[in-house]
């Protein structure tokens, strides 16, 4: 197992601002990405499920450190980019780590790794003043990126966003397109769903786009039908870095510890015997 301090260097060198570099980069992590199905099915080991970064590089590092010489699956809810600090060296970082230890890191796509969002929310901006004009680049290994991933031995689901109203089974979401602007409504519901305590069904979500709020019904049903018990999403900020619901059915994650305010990032921590940790970043 290589020490994760090596396997930090081309983020300590020039290269990180480097078209050249960043260019081969993104090709060799979107043939990686281009392999995976859409659903990942997760190892029978501990797992770290981390939620929002949004360019919080420091933070990425930290947590790496912490689990990296233990036998631990991490796993990235989305949101790599867009508002935060350092949004270039933030995805650079895990798309090379992506490349090195595919089966260690498991990066989920979430609703900033879209076209549409990267232009209004900053990063494109920064791609184009730190690395000259590779949005395009960026846009098709975002597109590459899996929707969810599955624990069978924990009973675990993790998503971006949520359950969505047209998926019943999780394995239909293998057979879900692959696009750089999600237009497929069940796709997009998993990157922008939100759950709602007191609803029941699916609910307008004030969002808008077409996205959903979720009740407690419907993902009781949801998990049942699937043999699962917990839902493990990101996607809402908590100054908390976390939030339960449905009596823990659901636990929301926020990982990136500046966003517009101070937050205490969280992450969540499974042990190989399905004991849950939430530990501050």
């Known amino acids: 197992m290589n020490a994760v301090n090596d396997l930090f260097w081309p983020i300590h060198q020039a290269e990180v601002s480097s078209p050249e570099w960043t260019e081969g980069l993104l090709a060799r992590v979107s043939k990686v990405l281009s392999r995976e199905p859409r659903l990942i099915r997760l190892p029978d080991s501990p797992l770290v499920f981390v939620g929002d970064t949004h360019g919080d590089w420091e933070a990425t590092k930290s947590l790496l450190r912490k689990y990296w010489d233990s036998p631990t699956t991490f796993v990235f809810l989305g949101d790599y980019v867009d508002r935060g600090p350092n949004q270039v060296e933030n995805i650079n970082l895990l798309f ?17 790794e879209t076209r549409s969002i990267n232009e209004r929310y900053g990063f494109y901006s920064e791609v ?38 047209d998926l019943d ?16 409504t069940v796709t997009f519901q998993l990157l922008w769903n939100d759950p709602k305590e007191k609803i029941q069904g699916f609910k307008q979500n004030c969002r808008g786009g077409g996205s959903r709020l979720f009740g407690r019904d419907v993902t009781e049903k949801f998990l049942e039908e699937n043999h699962l018990n917990l839902i493990v999403r990101a996607h809402e900020v908590f100054e908390q870095g976390y939030q339960e619901f449905f009596g823990g059915l659901v636990i929301s994650l926020f990982s990136c510890r500046h966003y517009r305010r101070p937050i205490e990032g969280k992450v969540l921590h499974i042990d190989g015997d399905g004991g849950q940790q939430l530990v501050s970043v």
């Open 169 to 184: 089974y999780i394995e239909e979401i293998n057979d879900l397109p692959r696009e750089e602007e999600p237009e497929n």
């Open 96 to 112: 090379e780590l992506k490349c090195q230890t595919p089966e260690r890191l498991i990066l989920l796509r979430g609703n900033h």
């Open 128 to 165: 184009k003043e730190r690395v000259g004009g590779l949005t395009e680049a960026y846009a098709s290994s975002f597109r590459e990126l899996p929707l969810a991933a599955v624990s069978k031995h924990q009973g675990i689901f993790a998503v971006h966003g949520g359950i969505a109203e």
